[in-house]
């Protein structure tokens, strides 16, 4: 798959709380690149919150949903894609935007993901007893395909603005390479 890409757009990937939306805006911004969010694209498509259709739907639906989304930014140009923490782990998923993206994981600890989503009550794969548990076992199913990544960037004691400059210093690298 990886000898017929054509990187032209950005692909943030990564567990929920890593940051993907807020780093992914701005580098948005920067590059002058349009930025979409998988999650509000689907939510727009569904006409309901992600929660909603998790609730009322089931978990298998809103993997649906982001099988569809991936498939149609194949035709996407200059954008910056923020996806759901879940959906990379999907080989087909992950294969797919790396056709068009460069792929960069935003990575965190267990613990420095709950300090950073405890509070937020619109992710229904944390509302449960033991978040942090929760946490460290969806971490740990999902590590192989975040791995696969062009890129992992450690987030950790570094803000939105420094994690932005390391991802377009590394769009940009990506874009001047011969591939
Ligand atoms: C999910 C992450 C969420 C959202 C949904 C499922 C996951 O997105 O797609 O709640 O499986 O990790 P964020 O990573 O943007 O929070």
């Known amino acids: 798959m990886n000898n017929t890409r054509s990187i032209h757009n950005l692909a943030l990937i990564g567990f929920m709380g890593t940051g993907k939306s807020c780093v992914g805006r701005l580098a948005a911004d920067v590059l002058h690149f349009t930025f979409l969010d998988t999650d509000h694209v689907i939510e727009a498509r569904a006409g309901k919150a ?7 739907d089931g978990e298998p639906a ?21 996806t759901g923490g879940g959906l990379p782990a999907d ?13 960069i994981c935003l990575w965190a600890s267990p613990e420095a993901i709950w300090e950073r989503v405890r509070g937020h009550d619109h992710r229904p ?3 449960q007893a033991d978040p942090l ?34 991802v377009i210093h590394q769009f940009h690298m990506a874009q001047s390479a011969p591939r």
């Open 125 to 127: 794969l944390l509302n």
């Open 133 to 166: 548990a929760r946490i460290r076992q969806l971490l740990a199913v999902r590590e192989p395909y975040y791995r696969q990544a062009d890129v992992l960037v450690n987030t950790e004691m570094r803000s939105v603005r420094e994690v932005a400059q390391h």
């Open 50 to 56: 992600v929660s909603d259709i998790f609730a009322q």
């Open 91 to 103: 080989e087909a998923n992950l294969a797919s935007l790396k056709t068009h993206a460069l792929v």
């Open 62 to 82: 809103f993997r649906q949903w982001e099988r569809r989304v991936v498939e149609e930014l194949i035709r996407r140009e200059k954008t910056v894609i923020a």
